[in-house]
């Protein structure tokens, strides 16, 4: 079973900054916060990716709340080729890889508006 | 940056036949590739995990005897779809990490399978 939850769906403005929220209540110590999207008929495509701190790449930033239950995916300013599934996932990674499955949960549609 | 990728994107095929995706990674080597399946409005669903040099770790409810993995080399890994049915057309994805430690570092996907079974 997945364990994040994020809310179905949501609309933001064309050229607006975007804040997409996940609960992972049960998150352990060794389990890493991934943000990936999928754009339609395509594979998901990597946003980023943090263990504690908030994280900042060219995508997105990654606010993750101290007690680590949650987290939120900020896109700064949306553009309509942000339109797209964004699934929030957990991942322990681990040395032989085998036991490191990523498990994904129903994600939130983004839908932009012009 | 790594790329994991997937051949063919699209395949149309007559029930009762076998087809064979291909996934690679491009320029790193995966001990471990995952592959998954996705209808419609869905979400991914993990199907099983490819481990190179050894058997696939399929998850519950896949059959293992009609969707065949192998994991012949670190750069590729193949999912047969056996004896195919309608309902076995869907949008099938592989994925990898070129991870090798406790980073836990990005998975990179590919661009998908679509499978028509008529």
């Known amino acids: 079973d997945a364990k994040t939850t994020q809310p179905n769906s949501m609309e933001s403005n064309e050229e607006e900054p975007v804040h997409l929220p996940c609960n992972h209540s049960?998150?352990?110590?060794?389990?890493?916060i991934h943000w990936y999207r999928q754009l339609p008929s395509q594979g998901p495509e990597y946003v980023i990716h943090?263990?504690?701190s908030n994280v900042n790449n060219r995508m997105a930033s990654l606010a993750i709340a101290e007690d680590r239950k949650s987290s939120t995916l900020i896109l700064h300013r949306a553009t309509l080729r942000d339109a797209a599934v964004y699934y929030c996932?957990?991942?322990?990674?681990?040395?032989?890889?085998?036991?490191?499955?990523?498990?994904f949960g129903k994600g939130t549609r983004l839908h932009i508006l012009p | 940056g790594a790329v994991v990728s997937q051949h063919p994107s699209r395949v149309i095929c007559k029930s009762g036949t076998s087809v064979k995706i291909e996934c690679r990674s491009l320029?790193?080597?995966?001990?471990?590739m995952f592959w998954y399946r996705q209808f419609p409005k869905q979400s991914l669903m993990l199907m099983a995990t490819?481990?190179?040099?050894?058997?696939?770790?399929?998850e519950q409810g896949v059959e293992k005897d009609k969707f065949l993995i192998n994991h012949a080399s670190l750069t590729l890994s193949t999912l047969t779809v056996t004896s195919a049915h309608p309902e076995d057309s869907s949008f099938y994805i592989c994925?990898?990490?070129?991870?090798?430690?406790?980073?836990?570092?990005?998975?990179?996907f590919g661009e998908g399978s679509r499978l028509t079974v008529l």
């Open positions: 994925s990898a990490s070129p991870r090798t430690s406790m980073s836990g570092g990005e998975l990179f």
């Open positions: 049960t998150i352990s110590g060794t389990d890493y």
């Open positions: 943090g263990l504690t």
């Open positions: 996932i957990l991942s322990r990674p681990s040395l032989m890889n085998r036991d490191d499955k990523i498990i």
């Open positions: 320029d790193f080597q995966a001990t471990t």
């Open positions: 490819s481990n190179e040099g050894s058997k696939a770790t399929y």
